[in-house]
């Protein structure tokens, strides 16, 4: 039970922050001589997250939903939003359909995900720097920026490569602020998640769901620090730049690399 909710703690925290959910679930589980977890406890996980993305995001949800029906106090602006949310979830969706298979086999090799990491940290110094010299023009999402991060998101179907780490950087790359980049960013997971987990309905359910008391720990766990990062890194934000997140993964990323080696 420890160790799944050792688990659902990593996923949930770097689910949302820019440090690659899908690296740590497999370098962490490497480095302590850890099974693969299961197709159970991958799938209660990222419903973990997507409930805590959820409840972080319930107002701006129940406008989405509200504005569909002509209702609320800006139905224009919630239905444009939908529309961005929609435009931009297609380039994943397209990539996860497309190339899911050929990217599954990296999840096996941990030493891959340390040298993606360092791409990661790259980008968001990269990220860091375009802000320092084109400070942000707008906290609207347009439909470039939206397909932007669109294709941002769908480059993170490599382990290692941050979901939210690459969409807010292209986020910033059209001129949007950090902290709304990152917003856009977190609905944008919504769907994302959502298509993961459908997409592993079918092998769980064909006979290796396995519900025990040690997954529901690990399932709180990514619902509990998933929704503490979101606010958490929300805050963050405000003030601060990317560049401590570059920086962890600078130096994570060699040290595990060695640590693997050794193991």
């Known amino acids: 039970m420890l160790q799944d909710i050792v688990l659902g703690i990593v996923q949930g925290l770097t689910e949302f922050l820019p440090v690659s959910s899908s690296g740590h679930l497999v370098v962490v589980p490497a480095l302590f001589g850890w099974e693969q977890p299961s197709l159970t406890f991958d799938l209660v996980l990222h419903l973990g997250t997507l409930l805590a993305v959820v409840f972080a995001f319930r107002a701006d949800l129940v406008a989405l939903v509200l504005g569909l029906l002509g209702r609320g106090p800006d139905p224009t602006r919630a239905r444009r939003l939908l529309g961005l949310l929609v435009v931009g979830s297609i380039p994943a969706g397209v990539a996860g359909l497309a190339l899911g298979s050929f990217f599954e086999?990296?999840?096996?090799?941990?030493?891959w995900v340390c040298g993606f990491w360092v791409v990661?940290?790259?980008?968001l110094l990269a990220a860091d720097r375009h802000v320092e010299r084109f400070p942000?023009?707008?906290d609207t999402v347009g439909t470039r920026s939206a397909v932007g991060m669109g294709v941002a998101q769908a480059a993170a179907?490599?382990?290692g490569i941050s979901r939210s780490g690459t969409t807010i950087a292209a986020g910033v790359g059209f001129g949007l602020t950090r902290t709304e980049a990152a917003r856009f960013s977190f609905l944008l997971s919504i769907p994302a998640i959502l298509g993961a987990v459908i997409t592993q309905i079918p092998d769980v359910t064909g006979g290796e769901f396995d519900l025990t008391a040690s997954v529901a720990a690990g399932f709180v766990a990514a619902l509990v620090s998933g929704w503490l990062a979101i606010e958490g890194f929300l805050r963050f934000l405000r003030t601060h730049s990317l560049r401590?997140?570059?920086l962890y993964l600078l130096v994570v990323a060699p040290v595990s690399a060695v640590l693997l080696w050794l193991t």
């Open 105 to 111: 086999d990296l999840f096996e090799r941990p030493g």
């Open 120 to 123: 990661t940290a790259l980008i």
């Open 136 to 138: 942000a023009t707008t």
């Open 157 to 159: 179907i490599t382990p």
């Open 244 to 246: 401590a997140f570059a």
